[in-house]
């Protein structure tokens, strides 16, 4: 069992720059790929993929929508990833969630239902 905790939200004018963290305990850690997905406003049905990186760190994935603004990382040994984010834009405006899920559903990364480990969530809000 793996257990994700999220932090380093907040609020940020357009064009600012956060950086969420996730640390991860139980479980094997480092055989599962991780990644973030977000949830906007009035959107409950709905999580959108942001970034996933690979289990060694090998390969990342990002979502259209934040591709050459966001970059995911992680440290295996103190088991965290990070989202650097910047240019923030008000429609980044969300809920973000850390996931873990297993390595070989790569070829499905955008999939909520690939990813077994869900973090609480942190607020991320940009003002214009």
């Known amino acids: 069992q793996v257990q994700l905790v999220g932090s380093g939200g907040g609020s940020v004018r357009a064009g600012g720059s956060l950086r969420l963290s996730c640390a991860a305990s139980?479980?094997?850690?480092?055989?599962?790929?991780m990644g973030w997905f977000r949830q906007a406003p009035g959107k409950e049905q709905e999580r959108d993929f942001v970034?996933?990186?690979?289990?060694?760190?090998?390969?990342?994935y990002y979502g259209d929508a934040v591709k050459g603004r966001f970059s995911i990382s992680r440290d295996s040994a103190k088991k965290e990833v990070y989202l650097q984010m910047n240019n923030l834009k008000p429609e980044d405006t969300a809920v973000y969630y850390c996931?873990?899920?297993?390595?070989?559903?790569?070829?499905?990364?955008?999939?909520?239902?690939?990813?077994?480990?869900w973090g609480q969530g942190t607020q991320v809000t940009v003002d214009s």
């Open positions: 996931v873990a899920g297993r390595s070989y559903y790569y070829y499905d990364y955008a999939n909520a239902q690939r990813y077994d480990y």
């Open positions: 139980g479980g094997t850690v480092s055989n599962y790929a």
């Open positions: 970034a996933r990186i690979s289990e060694k760190g090998a390969r990342t």
